[in-house]
């Protein structure tokens, strides 16, 4: 791979080549940050048999990334409060620029691509207003900042499209915070988390949970093909956990999933990812603090499974299941309700399975 990849790095410093496409960076199926055994880390390229196409390089410790639709470039994002995130051209393995978050900005570790490829837009703090922002970067442009919109409320954490539109859908966790204090929450007493729908620059729609349960952080979403939104929470109250899960569809108010008190007891409180199943009857959702997988059935609301799995945390859609990664360096498919190993490597997957 590295001679294929230095033979391709030259044609294109020449102009020769045709336009890369994800096939030259060996088609992956997902894309991963993990720490290696050596005390480095880096972006990997997962192949869907969970063997390790690519593993590149990053400076620090990153989160999530986002990939090109199109081209294999790939945002690699440093883990919250970071203010850099390196975009990889994953058929070379060379970074093709650095976007820094703007003074008085830090991102949130999620970018997603516009339809088209032609924009990325990022998750990120105006720390000095308290208000969250998304960022706007130009893609046929070597990613130069192109501006920001509001992202309709506080801390927006993941940001996902709504298929086949380029209607943003973002998770407002509703958690204010500063660089000088690093991620304690600073409004615990008047946090408002929300669902945002935002479409050509304005916030269209917004969703929220019941007051009583205002302190429950949304973080991480998924989209079916549908266009339900399947959010998973963090608890930041006293006490025992509300249910951390639901779906949303637009127009609608919040359904939350339902499941038996040591279930949501297990979860101490936190979801790390969610997934909708490949065909979007199954909700998957992880927790690393709980060593826990759990499923719920989509139509009906109701938990369906409990795997425990050491330290999960990623999770995305592949074939029949739904695909986790834990911080042991494991990977297993989450199957009909049953856990099928797939493999291990010699690195801590971090937080977060990006299908490609």
């Known amino acids: 791979m590295t001679s294929r990849r230095g033979f391709l ?12 496409t994800w096939a030259d960076a060996g088609a992956p199926a997902f894309l991963s940050a993990a720490a290696l055994a050596d005390g480095g880390y880096a972006l990997c390229g997962i192949g869907r048999a969970g063997d390790q196409l690519f593993q590149i390089r990053l400076p620090a410790r990153g989160h999530a990334a986002a990939a090109h639709p199109d081209r294999p470039e790939a945002i690699a994002f440093a883990r ?14 060379m970074p093709m ?4 978050a703007p003074a008085g900005r830090h991102f949130y570790g999620h970018g997603v691509f516009s339809q088209d490829g032609r924009w990325l837009f990022t998750t990120e703090n105006d720390y000095a207003a308290g208000q969250g922002r998304v960022g706007i970067w130009d893609a046929m442009n070597s990613y130069v900042r192109a501006g920001d919109i509001a992202s309709g409320g506080i801390g927006p954490h993941d940001i996902k499209r709504l298929p086949g539109t380029d209607i943003l859908v973002v998770a407002n ?11 304690t929450p600073l409004n615990i007493v008047t946090m408002r988390p929300n669902l945002s729908y935002i479409e050509d620059g304005q916030v269209i729609e917004t969703a929220e949970q019941p007051q009583q349960w205002h302190r429950n952080s949304i973080r991480h979403l998924a989209v079916s093909a549908r266009g339900q939104v399947a959010f998973g929470m963090q608890w930041q109250g006293k006490g025992e956990a509300p249910p951390l899960v639901g779906l949303h569809a637009r127009g609608s108010t919040p359904r939350i999933m339902t499941a038996p008190d040591a279930e949501w007891r297990q979860m101490q ?9 490949p065909d979007d009857g199954a909700v998957i959702v992880t927790s690393p603090r709980g060593n826990m997988v759990l499923g719920f059935d989509a139509d009906t609301l109701g938990w369906a499974a409990s795997l425990p799995v ?5 999770a995305a859609p592949s074939g029949a299941g739904v695909l986790v990664s834990s911080g042991t360096g494991a990977l297993a498919m989450v199957v009909d309700g ?8 010699d690195l801590r997957w971090d937080n977060h399975l990006v299908a490609l």
Do not use: E, K
């Open 80 to 93: 919250r409060p970071g203010t850099f995130a390196v975009v990889i051209d994953c058929a070379t393995g």
């Open 173 to 183: 966790g509703g958690i204010d915070t500063h660089p000088d204090t690093g991620r």
């Open 269 to 277: 409180g936190y979801i790390g990812s969610i997934a909708f199943a």
């Open 97 to 100: 620029a650095t976007l820094n």
């Open 310 to 314: 050491m330290d999960v945390c990623g």
């Open 338 to 345: 049953r856990l099928v190993p797939v493999g291990r490597m």
């Open 9 to 20: 790095a030259g044609l294109l410093a020449t102009g020769l080549a045709p336009r890369a």
